[in-house]
């Protein structure tokens, strides 16, 4: 990293800014980011100069268009450091959702003349196209997360990686199990911790929007989910929600799909 004042970056690509959104929201922080880094690029906020040189970029959106493949490998290019912010970046995000189906299909229903439409035939992950250096998962990533990643990069130490799940964050705010106490289907065992378990917190259950924990024991989800009254295709729809190009989810609802649970198929 260069001995000047750290560039900053942030870029956007097919999302809905909710991951901006939480930069933008980290209050006095905020202020004080720019005593830290030179913020060159951040067009939710003001300064655009997307060709610029940076030490790093936050990168939030999938890639879904042909533009969009050109415009990431030059970021890659631009920058030392490259972090995918949010699902649609580290996942493919919910415009993925068309990836199970046929999107030429889908623009003929919504459009009248799809053929003027350039996309491509998926939504992916920035990491599907280039090299990425550090992932925030979230949907949207949160304002803590944020300002952590950024003070660990400034100091030159290798942020801590959330492995655990959501189930952990739960014990930890002392809150009655969403899944076993309150019976609501919850994808809290299988889905890492970074939210503050914020749906369990309000009685509702987990949507999986942090993406996959380190371990994803759909087998034993769907038990308790047919206790619950809910087949094997309501799982695999919640696995196949907002982060359902991550390899452990889409595997997952694909196996329920196929109603198999061999690790292996």
């Given at each position: 990293m260069s001995r000047q004042k750290p560039k900053l970056a942030v870029h956007k690509f097919s999302s809905c800014d909710?991951?901006?959104?939480?930069?933008?929201?980290?209050?006095?922080?905020?202020?004080?980011?720019?005593?830290?880094?030179?913020?060159?690029?951040?067009?939710?906020?003001?300064?655009?100069?997307?060709?610029?040189?940076?030490?790093?970029?936050?990168?939030?959106?999938s890639i879904s268009t042909p533009e969009d493949v050109q415009r990431i490998q030059q970021v890659r290019e631009n920058s030392e450091i490259l972090v995918t912010v949010g699902a649609c970046a580290t996942a493919g995000g919910v415009q993925a959702l068309a990836n199970f189906a046929n999107r030429n299909d889908w623009m003929s229903a919504v459009y009248t003349e799809p053929d003027q439409i350039e996309t491509l035939q998926t939504s992916n992950a920035i990491a599907d196209?280039?090299?990425?250096?550090?992932?925030?998962?979230?949907?949207?990533?949160?304002?803590?997360?944020?300002?952590?990643?950024?003070?660990?990069?400034?100091?030159?130490?290798?942020p801590r990686e959330e492995l655990q799940p959501v189930c952990m964050e739960c014990k930890r705010k002392g809150l009655i199990c969403t899944l076993v106490s309150l019976g609501e289907p919850c994808m809290g065992p299988v889905t890492r911790a970074g939210c503050g378990a914020l749906c369990p917190a309000a009685g509702r259950g987990c949507y999986g929007c942090y993406g996959p924990a380190e371990q994803v024991n759909d087998a034993s989800l769907l038990q308790r989910f047919s206790q619950l009254g809910l087949d094997r295709q309501a799982l695999a729809r919640r696995f196949h929600f907002i982060v359902n190009q991550a390899p452990a989810f889409k595997a997952a609802g694909e196996r329920l799909k196929g109603g198999s649970h061999d690790r292996n198929a």
């Open positions: 909710g991951c901006q959104l939480a930069l933008l929201n980290l209050g006095e922080p905020l202020l004080q980011l720019p005593a830290l880094v030179d913020i060159v690029h951040f067009a939710e906020a003001g300064p655009s100069d997307p060709a610029a040189k940076v030490d790093i970029s936050l990168v939030e959106g196209y280039v090299k990425v250096d550090w992932e925030l998962q979230g949907c949207p990533i949160n304002s803590r997360q944020v300002i952590g990643l950024l003070r660990d990069l400034l100091s030159g130490v290798r």
